[in-house]
């Protein structure tokens, strides 16, 4: 069986899994241009063997191309060929579309990332639709992910925070007509407790999507997730 290496690129950390009890993290954030990425990722896994990588990446990515200079890393994305400077198989998917495919246990699901921004991706038996739902027009003239996301909490409050979290979380519920809403990123820790129909992540899931990315329908031989 071949070992995939799952890179999970975040507006404030980069997180390296190989299994779940096996992985290593070091710093993104607004200066992280691609070689400097490329450089970090090699030394983090220099003792590391692997076979082939899966990439979840903070912006819009079309048929395992980015098409979006990300909002929370440094510049220089656009067209980067991420197999030919790692040298290994690469399938790129957004970030939180990754951590969406491994949260999936069916039916309809919409997932939603709390994290620097708000990442979101909405799933149907085989089919990923990654998102960007925190770009939607919200109070204020402004996007939504600047209340929703870690801007949010410092202009609100924890508390208010909180109130406007779940009350915003509902309402997507509602207009995706989801079955059920999987929370996750690295704030939603913040929570003791969730309404019905709202379930906590966990931020290692995005390691259970890695590996689903390579996984093949049995019957046909094609890929078993197709990524809208």
């Not at 995005?206 to 094609?222: C, D």
Request: charged share 30%; net charge positive.
């Amino acid at each position: 069986m071949k070992k995939t290496l799952v890179v999970d690129i975040g507006g404030t950390h980069v997180k390296l899994m190989m299994q779940r009890s096996k992985h290593r993290v070091f710093n993104s954030g607004s200066r992280m241009k691609p070689k400097e990425f490329v450089k970090r990722l090699k030394q983090n896994t220099r003792d590391w063997k692997f076979d082939q990588i899966s990439i979840g990446f903070p912006a819009p990515i079309r048929d395992g191309k980015i098409i979006r200079n990300p909002k929370h890393l440094g510049k220089g994305w656009l067209g980067f060929n991420f197999r030919k400077s790692l040298g290994k198989p690469v399938r790129v998917i957004n970030d939180a579309a990754m951590q969406a495919l491994g949260s999936y246990r069916g039916r309809r699901m919409l997932f939603l990332g709390l994290g620097t921004g708000l990442g979101s991706a909405l799933l149907l038996k085989n089919l990923l639709f990654p998102l960007e739902l925190g770009d939607l027009p919200y109070r204020d003239c402004e996007i939504i992910e600047n209340f929703l996301g870690i801007p949010g909490i410092k202009r609100l409050g924890l508390k208010r925070w909180k109130r406007e979290v779940i009350y915003a979380v509902a309402q997507l519920k509602k207009s995706f007509i989801a079955d059920y809403v999987v929370l996750g990123g690295g704030n939603v820790h913040r929570f003791k407790r969730l309404p019905g129909g709202i379930e906590r992540g966990k931020n290692e899931n995005a390691f259970l999507g890695g590996l689903r990315l390579w996984e093949k329908n049995p019957r046909t031989g094609k890929r078993k997730w197709q990524v809208k």
